[in-house]
């Protein structure tokens, strides 16, 4: 029997997100898979996997904020701002120096003015974003020579939770497409001892925590997602029988609604989510059907 649902893994270090929608399809028996936002290779926590004809509501999630807890290394650079490719170390004077000199107010006081808000920031290479069509990482590794193009992006929160040199732990949410590891970058730029990160787990996607989650060993199949958690139990409407046969054939349906205007709706069953409709007033339009 097929699923229709949403599962919220967590992702084991040393895998891609892709190798986690692999073993799912495995366990599952489906092909139909998709999730709302890569995770690095040697990162883990929270991977929202949309299976069967729930991958068509994706988009109301590839735009969550997303919360991390992240452990950054003071003591060096790296060509992928992480620990995946070699460490160039500072020197032992200039580790001392940090050692020394290097409190965790001065850090907090860089985040609060440097890294809150609306920031620009610079991808890294080693990375998935395309450029002319190509991964950054495969002409990286192609020997290929490019520059990365400035993104802006949002910090809605970022603090210390720990600090002993040379590691500094972190947590922050942050908007879609937020690079973890260009903080960290940018944050050893600033203070000079360079930076790269040494974990990096995400705990939040928009209001689906950590917690609720379950990994691939001992995965559960009947442990969908509850979907007015996921969206909200306002979102979604009962119409009668000869409004939704309309909807379904297409049809806009004029009427005095009291739905919040410019807004997307759900209709389901008691198999799942069947219809998205968008309420403007005096209208309810169908936007897609689900199941």
Avoid: W
């Amino acid at each position: 029997m097929s699923i229709n649902g949403f599962f919220l893994i967590d992702k084991p270090i040393g895998i891609t997100s892709f190798d986690v929608l692999r073993k799912l399809r495995k366990i599952l028996n489906q092909k139909k898979m998709g999730h709302t936002g890569t995770l690095d290779p040697l990162a883990t926590g929270a991977l929202l996997v949309a299976v069967g004809n729930y991958t068509k509501l994706i988009p109301y999630f590839e735009k969550d904020i997303k919360e991390y807890v992240f452990q950054v290394a003071l003591d060096g650079v790296t060509d992928s701002f992480d620990a995946e490719t070699e460490v160039h170390y500072i020197s032992e004077k200039q580790q001392s120096h940090f050692r020394d000199q290097l409190k965790i107010e001065d850090i907090d006081k860089i985040l609060q003015e440097r890294f809150s808000g609306e920031i620009e920031q610079v991808p890294p290479k080693y990375s998935a974003i395309k450029m002319g069509g190509r991964k950054a990482l495969d002409m990286v590794r192609a020997g290929k020579e490019f520059e990365m193009k400035i993104r802006k992006v949002t910090i809605y929160e970022i603090e210390v939770l720990e600090f002993s040199y040379p590691y500094v732990t972190l947590r922050a949410s942050v908007s879609a497409g937020t690079y973890i590891r260009s903080i960290a970058k940018d944050l050893g730029d600033i203070i000079g001892s360079g930076a790269y990160i040494k974990e990096l787990r995400r705990t939040k996607i928009g209001s689906l925590d950590i917690g609720v989650s379950q990994g691939l060993e001992n995965f559960d199949m009947t442990k969908t997602l509850n979907e007015e958690i996921l969206f909200g139990k306002e979102r979604f409407i009962e119409l009668s029988d000869d409004i939704i046969t309309k909807l379904n054939h297409g049809l806009t349906v004029r009427g005095d609604f009291d739905y919040e205007d410019n807004t997307d709706y759900f209709l389901r069953n008691k198999t799942g989510i069947t219809n998205i409709i968008t309420c403007e007033k005096p209208l309810l339009k169908p936007k897609k059907r689900i199941l």
